[in-house]
C-alpha cells in the first residue's frame, strides 16, 4: 500500500495496485485503514484517496462502488467521507464482505 501511495510512475501504480488486488481482502483493510490517515481536504489526499476506492477498493469489490466525487468541494469531501464508512460497515466482517459480494438473486 505504501508503494501505491507513493509510486513516481503510474507503471509502478498500476503494478502495486494489481498485487494489492491479487491479496484480496486483506488489502481492502490496508485500504480502509489508510482512508483514516489521508486529509481529504488536501489535493495529495483527495487524489490518494480517489485512486484508493478506484483502483484497490472498487476492484476488489468486482466493480461495485458506493459512488466518489473527486472534485475538492466541500459536498463531495462531505460525500465520500460517507463513501468511506459504508466500504467500513461492508468489510466489518467477512460474513458482511461475503454478502456484499454474493450476487443480489443471493442477498
Do not use: M, N, Y
Not at 508503494?3 to 484480496?24: C, K, N
Not at 484517496?49 to 466525487?69: D, H, N, P, Q
Amino acid at each position: 500500500l505504501q508503494r501505491f501511495l507513493a509510486a513516481p510512475t503510474d507503471a509502478e501504480r498500476e503494478l502495486a495496485a494489481r498485487e494489492l488486488v491479487a491479496a484480496g481482502r486483506p488489502a481492502l483493510l490496508l485500504a480502509l485503514d489508510a482512508w483514516k490517515r489521508i486529509d481529504l481536504a488536501t489535493d495529495d489526499g483527495r487524489a490518494d484517496a480517489t485512486a484508493l476506492e478506484r483502483e484497490i477498493v472498487s476492484a476488489l469489490a468486482g466493480g461495485r462502488t458506493f459512488g466518489w466525487k473527486p472534485d475538492a468541494s466541500e459536498e463531495s469531501r462531505r460525500f465520500d467521507a460517507k463513501v468511506i464508512a459504508q466500504w467500513h460497515r461492508v468489510a466489518a466482517s467477512d460474513d458482511a464482505w461475503q454478502r456484499f459480494l454474493a450476487p443480489a438473486s443471493t442477498r
